[in-house]
């Protein structure tokens, strides 16, 4: 007999939870108590778990948070997971998509994104549910091969700019302080208002910082003498990876900070025991405005892997495809976010 529980993050038993993962086919770093303990903290965001049992014994389940759009009706979002054990994929799933039929009912709209590597396997429970499936894509890096392999696959232009930025001086380092971490805040809101994207809170880097020692998180920071001029966070949960953030002066962008940090890190992961390095996105090749960005992660040689945002509501739909592949519309949102009005 199968059961599901909804239990608020303040009333999770943390240690059930992280059984659960440890056992999980799927390894998510978007699913860990510690990543909605940091958005609890530094967000307005909600966090709850559900928890698939049978005959009380937990074999799957998945996090999800609770918001609140234009600060009135309420909507939930998941991203990762689901987190199963062996074989029991479908079996949690449905009863996991039971559970949200009855606040899919209550709610403006529901965003689930599963695991990219799992997400595919979803596709004809979600249709049949009624959610409209939109196409996105990522690079994932298989970062336990050998290093020297990992280095001969990637475009002759990253390997240059590594090249580059080491004969011009730039080092990088793991960021161990919190005044680097600090520096590195301040780098960021510089950097999202030149490219007008909402940014994260101080609050959200004094947490993941706190994960730092953890290791679940990373600051990778170029220096080019005293000055902080880049630098990449990532959230980790065992051999998952997976990338949050860039930030960088243009003025020293021909120095080439990024690629080192780039590969610095990709070196820290095949070191650690990190097997899905995940950069976290690889835009449409049509979207004018992210094109640098595109010609940017494509050089590193990892597998594209495409998978879906699961909605059920069509005007959500529509709005996306708008926003990912029209600058003005994609402002309008980035707005609207740093608001919190959504």
């Known amino acids: ?5 909804e239990v608020s993050i303040s009333k999770l038993d943390v240690q059930e939870w992280n059984e659960l993962l440890t056992k999980s086919e799927v390894c998510d770093a978007f699913q860990t108590f510690e990543w909605a303990r940091v958005l609890r903290n530094s967000t307005k965001a909600h966090p709850s778990f559900l928890m698939v049992q049978r005959n009380k014994e937990t074999i799957g389940g998945v996090m999800f948070l609770k918001r609140k ?4 009706f309420d909507c939930y979002e998941i991203r990762g997971g689901p987190s199963y054990v062996k ?6 799933m449905k009863n996991i998509m039971k559970t949200l039929q009855k606040k899919r009912r209550k709610s403006t709209y529901l965003l689930f994104v599963p ?15 009624g959610y409209h499936p939109f196409p996105f894509r990522t690079i994932i890096i298989d970062s336990a091969k050998p290093l020297e392999e ?3 696959a990637l475009d002759k232009k990253a390997r240059w700019g590594v090249k580059k930025a080491n004969k011009l001086g730039v080092e990088v380092r793991n960021a161990e302080s919190f005044q680097e971490w600090k520096e590195f805040y301040h780098l960021h809101m510089r950097h999202s208002s030149e490219r007008q994207y909402p940014p994260e809170s101080y609050s959200f880097f004094k947490e993941m910082f706190k994960l730092h020692s953890k290791n679940m998180s990373r600051l990778f920071v170029a220096k080019y003498g005293n000055r902080t001029i880049a630098g990449s966070l990532f959230l980790i949960y065992k051999r998952n990876m997976v990338f949050l953030h860039n930030a960088s002066l243009p003025t020293f962008l021909s120095h080439n900070p990024n690629n080192l940090l780039q590969w610095k890190s990709i070196e820290w992961a095949n070191k650690n025991g ?49 926003a990912r592949t029209n600058s003005f519309a994609f402002k309008l949102v980035s707005c609207l976010r740093k608001h919190e009005v959504i």
């Open 115 to 129: 695991f990219p590597l799992v997400n595919y396997g979803f596709k004809e429970m979600f249709a049949q549910q």
């Open 69 to 72: 759009i234009f600060k009135i």
């Open 87 to 92: 074989g029991e994929n479908k079996t949690v």
């Open 274 to 322: 990190v097997t899905i390095y995940d950069m976290n996105g690889l835009p449409i090749e049509e979207t004018k405005y992210l094109r640098g960005v595109y010609r940017y992660k494509k050089r590193w040689d990892g597998r594209i892997c495409w998978y879906y945002y699961y909605i059920n509501r069509k005007l959500l739909y529509s709005g996306i495809h708008l």
């Open 150 to 152: 990992i280095w001969c």
């Open 1 to 5: 007999m199968y059961n599901v529980r």
